[in-house]
């Protein structure tokens, strides 16, 4: 049984493209997704150290799972979609929250996917398969429509998180190195991104081993308190 | 109140011959009843409703003169939302239609569902996006509260061919609007399934919370993805009948000391909090089990448990291990199960472990494996896949036999729903139909022998006149349908049979699955499961988790 010695979690609004960014790295293709139902989990080897993937479903009702998802993560990757400036703000407004529960020195990355959308990629098809929502009327019929959201806009909302986590600008990764422009359809950017993060979150994992388990309560020393009602949670 | 008369068209000099034959007591003389079965729909029945429809004057209607005029019910589809720009939206997961209520290829499709707030606020349609349906979804808030005024409720308004059935459930109002022969209590039925889907997903609670919050709360917002969820339910109803026409699950034909044997690995595997584990392929039941203290007095509702089979269907489901909040709404409409799903070995071989509690997922991670590991042992991988042909698409009905299995010659397909299992059909409710082959492989086809089904249903559970026994001449195939305190029986024979011939094919459908019935059902409860005295299985996983689950 493998068991994750570190933690990813993806976050963004629905629809932003979280699911596609995860199935071209991890299977290397393009497919038609569906919403994502709750959360999925993924195990990825690199090197010797097994990391989980969490894939979240971009709804408001799943936030009350949110705290579950993001407990000890020792990377987030918040996702928004650069035709949709409205997925950016969110970002902040509703998702930061939810990192409450990660690990203290969680690392975040800030991705801005679909550029394809946007930039000389094609567009066509994707339009076609319904991908890319709530667009104006006029993107939706000019292929390539100016981006609306700039990389810088991203540059900002890092530094304010880092302000939000009371860290230091010396103490974590650059603002320039965790803000990505991806493209799930063409892969563009996408191995740069999980692999630039695989091997932030390797130093972590062990410094986090020299440490001891931070933050969890030894279960088998723990015994779990009798169970008083049945029946599901409301 | 029933607005409008019953004027289900008579039908025009059709070559129906409907009648019964061995039918006991008051049954025998229901020759009346057989004019009204409207004629199959054709398609100059469709073409008929298209030039109906252009007809129409455009401007809106005041909901009066449609209710006691209910032919003229085909204005609902008003030409003035046409300006309303055909959008695609993409989260209505309604592919490409427009749904401009004057679109033809919209108005052509022969059943709409529709789901919309009390304020008139669109959540759902089948068909087209709701965007451009907010006019016509504006004349069903104003039906609904023009009757609702008087102190009343609409249920249904029959007009010619179309049947509008209305559902007000808590904040939420659901139309079907059908030109199918389905009955109206079988369309009520089918909401009634569109709701609990949506009950599922959100609980009751949260539903009337919102609404009471905020009137014109837009509830598509809560619900994206969910939409092909309900598509599939919906279609399911009429490519494949069977589950919500006779309220039962599918099982997986399989020989029962290997379903045995993976009921007891299910009791096995359990962790704290584990309420329920199912194990099923393709929309169909494997085994399940359940927990004692989570579901001792109240055993799960076969609603429930079809609505979970539905669920796991869905292609979000397909990779890696899934955690989800879900609501059953039959056993509590007002909390949240939360689910961990995963396919095991990549199979479609489905695993569903339902916990109370929201931070379980590593517990029931674990659960699985015991559950893999369980099942290679069995070497009930290998017998699953002989079960069930893997080679096809997972959101494909994988059936496992043909009727040429039962060896009667003539029968084309047939509906088998247990009535006398032992202690058990109340708790789960079953039923067995062969693959539909040729020539029931075109969608069309099989949308006329589901209707042909429904319609027989229909009779044979006619709450004014039921019958027993039905045998149905048509043109291109023979029916029987019948109903005794052991089974419920619909069969489709080839057209040239005779009636001695169906008697007899009939008799020997019958031989095979009295000898077939242990592979084919559950045929025995299954027991609960014990929860564990010590949660061994869950130490060093549970650990992720921060503190141990309570409940």
Partial sequence: MRKPDGKIVLLGDMNVGKTSLLQRYMERRFPDTVSTVGGAFYLKQWRSFNISIWDTAGREQFHGLGSMYCRG??????????????????????????????????????????????????????????????????????????????????????????????????????????????????????????????????????????QGPPQTVDISSYKPPRRTKSGCCA | MEAGGDTAAPAPGDAEDLEDTRSPSEEAGDSGGVHEEPPDPREEG??????????????????????????????????????????????????????????????????????????????????????ALSTTMGVMTALVSFVQSAGDAIRAIYAEDHKLVFLQQGPLLLVAVSRTPQSVAQLRG????????????????????????????????????????????LDSVEQDPGALLLGAVRCVPLARPLRDALGSLLRRCTAPGLALSVLAVGGQLVTAAQERNVLAECRLDPADLQLLLNWVGAPAFAAGEAWAPVCLPRFNPDGFFYAYVARLDATPVCLLLLSTDPEAFHDMATC??????????????????????????????????SVQAVGASGLRHFLYKPLDIPDHHRQLPQFTSPELEAPYSREEERQRLSDLYHRLHARLHSTSRPLRLIYHVGEKETLLAWVTSKFELYTCLSPLVTKAGAILVVTKLLRWVKKEEDRLFIRYPPKYSTPPAVPAASMDQASHNGLFPGP
């Fill in chain 1, 73 to 210: 993560a020792t990377a987030i990757i918040l996702t928004y979609d650069v035709n949709h400036p409205q997925s950016l703000v969110e970002l902040e407004d509703r998702f930061l929250g939810l990192t409450d529960t990660a690990s203290t020195d969680c690392l975040f990355a800030i991705v801005g996917n679909k550029v394809d959308l946007s930039e000389e990629g094609a567009v066509e098809s994707r339009e076609k398969d319904g991908c890319s929502p709530r667009l104006a009327a006029g993107s939706y019929m000019s292929p390539k429509g100016p981006k609306q959201v700039q990389l810088e806009d991203a540059v900002a909302l890092y530094k304010k998180i880092l302000k939000y986590k009371m860290l230091d600008e010396k103490d974590v990764p650059a603002a320039e190195q965790m803000c990505f422009e991806t493209s799930a359809k063409t892969g563009h950017n996408v191995d740069l991104l999980f692999e630039t993060l695989f091997d932030m979150v390797v130093p972590m994992i062990l410094r986090q081993r020299a």
């Fill in chain 2, 368 to 401: 699985r494996r015991l559950v893999e590991d369980g099942m290679h042992t069995l070497g009930a991988m290998r017998a699953l896949g002989e079960a069930v042909s893997f080679s096809k698409a997972p959101s494909a009905i994988a059936l496992a036999y």
């Fill in chain 2, 46 to 131: 469709l073409e008929e409703t298209g030039s109906e429809i252009k007809d129409q004057p455009p401007g809106l209607q005041s909901p009066l003169p449609q209710l006691e005029a209910p032919s003229c019910t085909c204005r609902l589809w008003d030409p003035a939302a046409s300006e309303n720009s055909p959008l695609d939206d993409p989260e209505s997961g309604s592919g490409g239609q427009g749904g401009d209520p004057s679109d033809e290829d919209w108005r052509s499709k022969r059943k709409h569902v529709f789901v919309l707030s009390e304020a008139g606020k669109p959540i759902y349609s089948r068909y087209g996006s709701v965007e």
């Fill in chain 2, 190 to 233: 089918e909401l009634l399934a569109v709701h609990a889907q949506i009950v599922s997903t959100l609980t009751r609670a949260s539903v009337a919370r919102i609404f009471a919050r905020k009137q014109n709360y837009d509830l598509r917002r809560l619900l994206a993805g969910s939409e092909r969820t309900l598509d599939r339910l």
